[in-house]
């Protein structure tokens, strides 16, 4: 899938993924993405994230892996050298969107007031991380950005869960949610796969009933 909007609509959720051993990137790919979860963001705040997506891309050929956290060009270069599928920022800093811009990587840029959709939308992008979602203004905000920012969607991110996944993904300027919770640090560091496959399967079916 080469389109940000494709990859975001196959899917109710994206884990957001932090990887600090990289033994562990794989089982937490194949259990997520046999639950359902098979777009995966991948952060790029440990040592060992490019490795991971390296990892994953070369054993998961049915997940798409995304590079997330990316702040500078720097960091654009590095998760495509790695096989990124796509790339998630919190932000869209100028010097990142203008590498953005000249790569051909599909790409959800964060955003988390008006004037930043604004911007996004007037260079062409209409698919947005909203980040912080739940600090920035969570459900409320996106009802209110709907009308007047017609013609975007978001992917809200940042203190999604379970509980509040649903309100989001009603709107109709919601394409899907990220989160961490889906992959909670606890069963990771006790390699628990299959605790986090049940955790996944239990989030597929709450979404989409
Ligand atoms: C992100 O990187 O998008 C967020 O830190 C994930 O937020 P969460 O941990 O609240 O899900």
Redesign the pocket.
């Known amino acids: 899938m080469t389109d940000i909007k494709m990859i975001c609509a196959s899917v109710p959720l994206i884990p957001?993924l932090t990887i600090e051993d990289v033994d562990h990137a794989v089982p937490l790919a194949q259990a997520l993405a046999t639950a359902g979860l098979s777009v995966l963001?991948i952060?790029l705040r440990t040592e060992t994230a490019l490795d991971a997506i390296e990892a994953v891309r070369a054993a998961c050929p049915d997940a798409i892996v995304g590079a997330?956290?990316l702040r500078t060009p720097e960091d654009l270069s590095r998760c495509v050298a790695a096989g990124a599928q796509f790339g998630?920022s919190?932000g869209a800093p100028e010097r990142l969107m203008d590498a953005v811009d000249a790569s051909a990587l599909p790409f959800l840029p964060g955003c988390a007031s008006p004037t930043e959709v604004m911007r996004l939308a007037d260079r062409g992008y209409r698919v947005l991380?909203f980040?912080?979602a739940?600090a920035a203004g969570g459900v409320r905000m996106l009802k209110s950005l709907a009308e007047p920012l017609s013609g975007i969607v978001f992917c809200p991110?940042?203190?999604?869960?379970i509980d509040n996944a649903r309100d989001y993904l009603a709107l109709p300027n919601v394409v899907t949610v990220?989160?961490?919770?889906v992959a909670p640090k606890a069963l990771t560091k006790s390699e628990d796969w299959k605790g986090i496959e049940n955790l996944a399967r239990q989030a597929v079916a709450h979404l989409t009933q």
Do not use: A, I, Q
Request: hydrophobic share 25%; no cysteine.
């Open positions: 957001v963001e952060t997330g956290t998630v919190p991380k980040f912080p739940e991110t940042g203190g999604v869960t990220g989160g961490s919770w």
